[in-house]
């Protein structure tokens, strides 16, 4: 069973960056669409970015658009989220999902099959 395992979330001042990473154990990535997510408090999860199997096709969210990049590097099993420009508004939980069809890079939450435990982005104004 695949397991994933999200990093690099941390306080940050607004107009810093972070970059979170997506490390799977248990198994490879390489076959999934993968996707970031988030949750602030009282709110519900929503869409971040995704990236398909390859790489070759990648969905942002127009909030994140020109500020984060997603991307993946299937010889060490991660997916990455670099998040530059930040935003107290961008402060949540971020969650990386996998989706068994590796092909799309969906922005649907309901369509992923797997899921970390978050990691918390904290940015203050």
């Known amino acids: 069973q695949v397991q994933l395992v999200e990093s690099g979330g941390g306080l940050v001042q607004a107009g810093g960056s972070l970059r979170l990473s997506c490390t799977a154990s248990?198994?490879?990535?390489?076959?999934?669409?993968m996707g970031w997510f988030r949750q602030a408090p009282g709110k519900e999860r929503e869409f971040v970015a995704a990236?398909?199997?390859?790489?070759?096709?990648?969905n942002y969210a127009d909030s994140v658009k020109g500020r984060f990049t997603i991307s993946r590097d299937n010889a060490k099993n991660t997916v990455y989220l670099q998040m530059n420009s930040l935003k107290a508004e961008d402060t949540a939980v971020y969650y990386c999902?996998?989706?068994?069809?590796?092909?799309?890079?969906?922005?649907?939450?309901?369509?992923?099959?797997?899921w970390g435990q978050g990691t918390q982005v904290t940015v203050s104004s």
């Open positions: 248990g198994g490879t990535l390489r076959s999934y669409g």
């Open positions: 990236i398909s199997w390859i790489g070759g096709s990648a």
């Open positions: 999902a996998a989706d068994r069809m590796g092909w799309r890079s969906s922005k649907n939450l309901r369509e992923y099959d797997l």
